[in-house]
């Protein structure tokens, strides 16, 4: 029977890598660092990998110097992978023309993220991974955890055969840190896929005193244009490897992949070319419109580099009249965006293609993890039915100043009503998505149920506001996008209801779970008017617990995450009560036996005096509270923080439009200073009978509330 696990893209991808090699040389950065960290965990732990010895894990002191690291090993005749991201990926790039120059097999692990351009972030696109595609480097890309959980394998496999060295990517956070159920590999199919040969091979092309070369000359103009071309060979063999590999991983597995795969209607006319985790959206959105007798199609892109633009003519139908092509990046300045290039190109190279002269044009989408729904694929397949459907567009944001961007309707959905949704809002580091993590592998533990979470984080870290987003359901989900119609909302901070919509995901009917310091009797009067409408519009069931008073109680201190959790299990009806308290307490164990007795023991009271305190709240016929939403800034602070900041701060950045935002990055300065979080639960007070003017609590306080002043003791003589 198939092995079946929750993970995450990290997990899934550091599974395969670290048996498949001999070294990992790291410097972890966002959002590819757990990969790394988790083969440092099991270099440390005694693991093994496929041929019995434990790989050597080493962390360099920046990216450059695990590029280097890798080369050097890989020279050695090493079997070397490293685990990066977006700069990170970048400072690699000199070593990675001389590894790719000199044909040797690795595997680059690369949850892709933005580039620091007019500003930093840490989320999500495809701008590092375009960056280096002129390295040299093969690139596979996977679209889901499952994908690159397989991915990763097929990569290695692919380059020991071929020795041009491959990155595998995957859309850092949605896919690198979404947990889904998926089909694991043993290790005895890992070694089906492994050619010993091969890797005795690489060991043989060692620098080796004992048959010494020398690798790595200076050449000049007379020969090295013929020898940057030797290669040629390499790169046009690797497509028919790669799929070699996809069908071999087939035959052990089931799971099929191509080159590209097509989902959709055979006599489609309009289709959308895409890669990455948006594919998994878009597939979800034909196969909805596809039910409803509308013939569309998408082509998911697996392997980019090198591109086979046969192997695309021959995956899209022959019906297809009008294609979208969709990037996950922006190159300033060129005509196209880099896989809009690709299959302009491909299109010209077929003289058949051109015969039948299909309109290809380009958008752009998703950038920074902007969200990519299925009201967004829509309206990209509804503008390819147009006369003259417009060329390199936006989707997902209101450009008002080029005028790029395509309208949407955001309330077209298309999940099935037969999966249950549900979002958690908490604090950067109160356990909600630690909770919730255990949550969706206690509910993955039945084989008949499909589950899958997503995180959102705010770049802030601890102490910032996390949206956690779960699904569960019979058949696998592939919905790569954030919950929008929750059947149950849990906000795990009450002043959050203040502060931002959280009933907005609410659907109609949805149960309501709030922490409140406020009893069941007394907490509508506390409630804003807004939700309170809210509530009563959608007809949401209410339910409160004062969670910080039960962790207190049970001695936890302000961590709430299992009280919460124990409420989800109680209220949501996924499994029955004693069933799922039981699984709480297991899985308890599991997460904190190492910590002791007494961490488990207060953790297992907790979950035991939760129900008590859980009590429904009477809703009224109609709203009457007294009670406004905060506003997010001042009215009193600046222009550009009361129309830009503020928004931000209320959780509506996404409404703002292009204009809004500086043209270079430049920002204004002091604008912290207007931000007014309020999410201590106790306010420190200065006690100067207390005091011995230590100046421990002025370094400590994380709300800067408590200032001192060093002043010569002169000054105070007066």
Known sequence: MTDRKVLDGNSAAAHVAYRVNDVCAIYPITPSSPMAELADQWSAEGRTNIWGDVPQVVEMQSEGGAAGAIHGALQGGALTTTFTASQGLLLMMPNMYKIAGELTPAVFHVAARSLAAQGLSIFGDHQDVMAVRTTGFAQLCSASVQMAHDFALIAQAATLESRVPFIHFFDGFRTSHELNKIEMLSDSQIRSMIDLEQVLAHRRRALNPNHPVIRGTAQNPDVYFQARETVNPFYANLAGIVSDKMAQLEKLTGRGYRLFDYFGAPDAERVIVIMGSGAETARETVEYLNDADDPVGVVRVNLFRPFDGTALLNALPETARSIAVLDRTKEPGAPCDPLHADVLAAIADSPEWQRRAPRVVGGRYGLS????????????????????????????????????????????????????????????????????????????????????????????????????HLRFGPRPIRSAYLVDSAGFVGCHKFDFLSQID?????????????????????????????????????????????????????????????????????????????????????????????????????????????????????????????????????????????????????????????????????????????????????????????????????????????????????????
């Open 369 to 468: 993890s902007k969200e990519f729904t299925p009201a967004m694929v829509k309206a990209v397949l509804d503008e390819l039915d147009r006369k003259a459907p417009r060329n390199r567009f936006t989707i997902g944001i209101r450009d008002d100043v080029s005028g790029t961007s395509l309208d949407y309707d955001p309330t077209f959905r298309t999940e099935s009503e037969d999966v249950l949704r549900a979002v958690f809002y908490g604090l950067g580091a109160d356990g909600t998505v630690g909770a919730n993590k255990n949550s969706i592998k206690i509910l993955g533990e039945d084989p008949s149920r499909e589950v899958q979470a997503y995180f959102v984080y705010d770049s802030k870290k601890s102490g910032s506001r996390t949206v956690s």
């Open 502 to 718: 959280v009933l907005g995901v609410a659907a109609p009917g949805a149960t309501l779970l709030l922490n409140s310091p406020h009893a069941a009797d007394e907490v509508w009067d506390k409630l804003p008017r807004k939700v309170q409408e809210e509530i009563i519009d959608k007809d949401l069931s209410v339910h409160v617990i004062d969670a910080g008073a039960v962790a207190r109680e049970a001695g936890l201190g302000g961590r709430t995450n299992t009280i919460m959790q124990t409420c989800f299990f109680a209220l949501s009806g996924v499994l029955p009560k004693a069933d799922a308290i039981q699984r709480i307490k297991q899985s308890i164990t599991a997460t904190y036996g190492a910590k002791g007795e007494e961490v488990v023991a207060r953790n297992h009271a907790a979950v035991d005096q939760t129900l008590a305190h859980l009590k429904p709240v009477k809703i009224p016929a109609k709203a009457y509270g007294k009670v406004a939403m905060s506003d997010p800034v001042p009215a009193e602070a600046p222009e550009f923080v009361r129309s830009v900041t503020g928004l931000m701060l209320a959780g509506r950045g996404d409404e703002l439009p292009v204009s809004a935002l500086p043209v270079d990055g430049t920002w204004p300065s002091g604008t912290t200073r207007w931000e007014k979080r309020g999410i201590a639960e106790f306010v420190p007070e200065w006690d100067p009978e207390l005091c011995i003017q230590c100046g421990n609590c002025v370094m400590v306080c994380p709300h800067a509330v408590i200032r001192s002043k060093l002043v010569p003791e002169s000054s105070l003589a007066e």
